[in-house]
C-alpha cells in the first residue's frame, strides 16, 4: 500500500475561466481569481493504491486479496488479468471543509475548482503506476459509474475494506449510502487489458459532463443477455 501526496498543482487558468464562461476583466473573474489562489494555497489532493491479487473467478464475480467482488462486466474485463491495483483518489479534505453554500455562485466554482484537485490526483496516480509498473494500455473500474448492472455501488464497502482505515489514512469516508465525502473522490480498480474498455459504452445516461465514449446499444445488450 502507497500514499501519494506530493501532486503539482497546475490548473489552467484560461481553461477554467472558458469552462465556467468568466468573462476577462469582469468581476467574477476577480472573485474566482481569489478562490483559485485560495485553493492552491490549502489544498492537498491524495491518493492511495496497493496491489490486488485475482484468487479466484466464478461466473459473474471475482475474488481479489480475499474480498469477493460481483460484477459481470468486472469479471470478464478481468478474463487475462491476474493482477489490479486498488485505488482511492481525492481532492483532499481541506478543500472539501470550506462551502460557500449561501452563495450558489460561488459553491458551483468551488465545486468545480474541488474537481480539478481530484483530476489532479487521479491522473497523477495513473501516471505513477504506469511508469513503476510499465502498464501499457489502462484501464479503470468504479462501482457505480454505470448501469447498476455493470458494477453496483454498494460494492465500494468492499473495495474500502481493502485498505482499513480510509479516512485516517487520506482522509476520504464512505457514508451509508455508500457514497464518499469529500464528494469529489474516486475509487476503483485499474489494470492493463489489451482490449478498449470504457464505462460509458454501456451507460445510458444522457447530457453527461463525463461521457467519454458513444453509448453502445449492442454491448449494453449482450450484458444485459448475459446477466440474467
Known amino acids: 500500500m502507497e500514499i501519494l501526496k506530493n501532486f503539482k498543482i497546475d490548473i489552467k487558468k484560461d481553461f477554467l475561466f472558458e469552462k465556467l464562461k468568466i468573462m476577462k476583466g469582469s468581476e467574477d473573474e476577480k472573485e474566482i481569481s481569489i478562490l483559485l489562489e485560495k485553493s492552491i494555497e490549502i489544498g492537498r489532493p491524495k491518493a492511495i493504491y ?3 491479487f485475482i484468487e479466484k ?12 467482488f460481483t460484477s459481470l462486466v468486472l469479471r470478464k474485463n478481468l478474463e487475462n488479468v491476474e493482477k489490479v491495483f486498488a485505488f482511492i483518489a481525492t481532492c483532499g479534505k481541506e478543500l472539501d471543509s470550506i462551502s460557500f453554500k449561501e452563495d450558489f455562485l460561488k459553491d458551483y466554482w468551488w465545486e468545480t475548482i474541488k474537481g480539478y484537485f481530484l483530476e489532479i490526483a487521479r491522473k497523477g496516480l495513473f501516471e505513477y503506476l504506469k511508469e513503476r509498473y510499465f502498464l501499457k494500455r489502462m484501464i479503470s473500474m468504479s462501482p457505480g459509474e ?9 460494492q465500494e464497502k468492499e473495495l474500502f475494506s481493502l485498505f482499513g482505515d480510509v479516512e485516517n489514512l487520506i482522509g476520504v469516508r464512505l457514508t451509508n449510502s455508500f457514497l464518499m465525502i469529500p464528494n469529489k473522490s474516486v475509487s476503483g480498480f485499474l489494470f492493463s487489458g489489451e ?5 460509458c ?8 459532463l463525463g461521457r467519454s465514449a458513444e453509448f453502445d446499444e449492442k454491448l449494453w445488450q449482450l450484458y444485459q443477455k448475459e446477466g440474467k
Open 146 to 154: 454505470s448501469e447498476r448492472f455493470v458494477w453496483p455501488i454498494e
Open 201 to 208: 459504452k454501456i451507460c445510458k445516461r444522457k447530457n453527461c
Open 195 to 199: 482490449k478498449d474498455y470504457r464505462s
Open 50 to 52: 496497493l496491489e490486488g
Open 57 to 68: 473467478k466464478g461466473d459473474d464475480f471475482v475474488i481479489i486479496n480475499g474480498v469477493k
